[in-house]
T-cell receptor, first 115, second 113 residues
Framework: NAGVMQNPRHLVRRRGQEARLRCSPM?????VYWYRQLPEEGLKFMVY????????ESGMPKERFSAEFPKEGPSILRIQQVVRGDSAAYFC?????????????FGPGTRLLVL | AQSVTQPDIHITVSEGASLELRCNYS??????LFWYVQSPGQGLQLLLK??????LVQGIKGFEAEFKRSQSSFNLRKPSVHWSDAAEYFC???????????FGTGTLLAVQP
């Protein structure tokens, strides 16, 4: 059973470009979480999605950031018009359905560098 | 407010010595508690978790943690540290309707030969 997959592992963008980060959850997992880790900080929750639904986006910046988890395919975190402050590691985690407190399994992360 | 505090930013121990990493939490409901480890440039690996029951939890790689409700703590311990344990360790609390995790700021562990 493959783990959580994220790609790309590293992404370099210039200010104003778009960044698109992908996450494929573990097989059988229908819950996806995105977290951001700024340099020298812990992980901060961004958004929680189930298939075709955003359940909790309380950690998402109000502008330029969006997330989706379509019926088919990976979850996508999209950052429009990136700025230098968006440079961070973005981690995706997945968990099985319908069990409160279930363990979240993390992917290797995408490290975004904005020039 | 819900929060996790890891008071030690950096810890250095000698190989073979014992280790204790501190974690305190503030959470309104019954907490689900986790310890994750992150090696440089890598993702997070689950070491152990506490949901309910026995307050002393055993994890992978010889780690254990004890949940103390009266102290709002979930400290991680290992009796004898190996050089390969050098990494950053994160304590997290989860639960509620969405089970989102709240992380501490991490403790960076260095192991001296």
């Amino acid at each position: 059973n493959a783990g959580v997959m994220q790609n790309p592992r590293h992404l370099v963008r210039r200010r104003g470009q778009e960044a698109r980060l992908r996450c494929s959850p573990m097989k059988g997992h229908s819950h996806v979480y995105w977290y951001r880790q700024l340099p020298e900080e812990g992980l901060k929750f961004m958004v929680y999605l189930q298939k075709e639904n955003i359940i909790d986006e309380s950690g998402m910046p109000k502008e330029r950031f969006s997330a989706e988890f379509p019926k088919e395919g990976p979850s996508i975190l999209r950052i429009q018009q990136v700025v230098r402050g968006d440079s961070a590691a973005y981690f995706c985690a997945s968990s099985p359905p319908d069990r409160v407190g279930e363990t979240q399994y993390f992917g290797p992360g995408t490290r975004l560098l904005v020039l | 407010a819900q929060s996790v505090t890891q008071p030690d930013i950096h810890i250095t121990v000698s190989e073979g010595a014992s280790l204790e990493l501190r974690c305190n939490y503030s959470y309104g409901a019954t907490p689900y508690l986790f310890w994750y480890v992150q090696s440089p440039g890598q993702g997070l690996q689950l070491l152990l978790k506490y949901f309910s029951g026995d307050t002393l939890v055993q994890g992978i790689k010889g780690f254990e943690a004890e949940f103390k409700r009266s102290q709002s703590s979930f400290n991680l311990r290992k009796p004898s540290v190996h050089w390969s344990d050098a990494a950053e360790y994160f304590c997290a609390v989860g639960g509620g309707a969405t089970n989102k995790l709240i992380f501490g700021t991490g403790t960076l562990l260095a192991v001296q030969p």
